[in-house]
Nanobody, 123 residues
Framework: QVPLVESGGGLVQAGGSLRVSCAAS??????MGWFRQAPGKEREFVAA????????FYTDSVKGRFTISRDNAKNTMYLQMNSLKPEDTAVYYC??????????????????WGQGTQVTVSS
């Protein structure tokens, strides 16, 4: 099992910004992604990025507000979240996969998951 450790969650007011990070130990994955799960809702895809950072994919609701990036030298992935809305409140999970199609955001294409970090956006 390869641990993925998220950090950087917290409480922020609507319109604010927050950056969450995901550190992977020991390996560099073809695709890394972010998912989120709000209370009472199913887990949903947020964004994904390929190993070289050349390709990214976002769910429509975060396009133009969130930016995914990765630093392979540090084995770390980031999600910069701007213009946050209360509906962005969720536990954010980082995930890693070894197939290119994982970029499209299907959870079954991801092999490893972090424990999650809470992001709360107040109105």
């Amino acid at each position: 099992q390869v641990p993925l450790v998220e950090s950087g969650g917290g409480l922020v007011q609507a319109g604010g910004s927050l950056r969450v990070s995901c550190a992977a130990s020991g390996r560099t994955f073809i695709v890394m992604g972010w998912f989120r799960q709000a209370p009472g809702k199913e887990r949903e895809f947020v964004a994904a990025i390929t190993r070289n950072g050349g390709n990214t994919f976002y769910t429509d609701s975060v396009k133009g507000r969130f930016t995914i990036s990765r630093d392979n030298a540090k084995n770390t992935m980031y999600l910069q979240m701007n213009s946050l809305k209360p509906e962005d409140t969720a536990v954010y999970y980082c995930a890693a996969g070894q197939v290119p199609r994982a970029l499209l955001g299907k959870s079954e294409d991801y092999d490893y998951w972090g424990q999650g970090t809470q992001v709360t956006v107040s109105s």
